[in-house]
C-alpha cells in the first residue's frame, strides 16, 4: 500500500512538473525593433604639423599629415563616444613625491562618420568629422536588429 502510494505520488510529481515545464516553453514571441526618439550628432577635429611628416618630399609630407590629421580626430570622436581611460601613478618616499605618471588610453571602433571638411592651415593640417548617430543606428540595424517583445502567445 505505502509502495503505491509512494508510487502514485511519484507519478503526480513527474506529470506536474512536466506539465509546468511545457507552459514555460510553448510560446511564441514576436519582436519588435525600437527606434530612438533623438539622435545626437557629435564633431571632432583632428590636426597634424606639416613640416615635422618625416619625408624629404613635401607632397609626401602633406599626405602623411592629411592621414595623421584624420586619424587624430577618429580618435577624439572616439573619447566622445566610448571616453577616455586616465590611470595614474605615484611613488612616495619618505614623504616626498619621487615619480609621478598619468596615462591616457582610448579604444573603440567607430562606424558612420563623415569628413566634413579637410584643409591646411599654416603648416597645419587640418580634418574636421561629424557623426550622426542616426546613420550609426541604420549601420547597426543592416547588422543586428536591436528589438523588444512585441507580442507573447502561449499554446
Not at 588610453?105 to 591646411?120: D, F, M, N
Not at 536588429?145 to 512585441?150: F, G, L, P, T, V
Request: hydrophobic letters at 45%.
Amino acid at each position: 500500500m505505502i509502495k503505491s502510494l509512494t508510487r502514485f505520488i511519484f507519478i503526480l510529481s513527474a506529470l506536474i512538473l512536466t506539465s509546468a515545464c511545457s507552459l514555460v516553453y510553448d510560446k511564441h514571441v514576436q519582436w519588435q525593433t525600437v527606434k530612438p526618439e533623438v539622435f545626437p550628432v557629435l564633431y571632432a577635429t583632428g590636426f597634424a604639423p606639416i613640416s615635422m611628416q618625416k619625408s624629404t618630399h613635401e607632397t609626401q609630407r602633406m599626405l602623411m599629415a592629411i592621414k595623421a590629421s584624420k586619424i587624430a580626430a577618429y580618435a577624439e570622436l572616439a573619447e566622445q563616444v566610448y571616453g577616455q581611460q586616465v590611470s595614474g601613478k605615484v611613488t612616495m618616499a619618505d614623504l616626498l613625491i619621487e615619480d609621478q605618471q598619468l596615462t591616457a588610453s582610448i579604444q573603440g571602433i567607430i562606424r558612420g562618420a563623415k569628413v566634413v571638411k579637410s584643409y591646411p592651415v599654416g603648416d597645419v593640417y587640418t580634418t574636421e568629422l561629424e557623426l550622426n548617430f542616426e546613420d550609426v543606428y541604420n549601420i547597426y540595424q543592416a547588422n543586428q536588429h536591436r528589438k523588444e517583445i512585441k507580442e507573447v502567445t502561449h499554446f
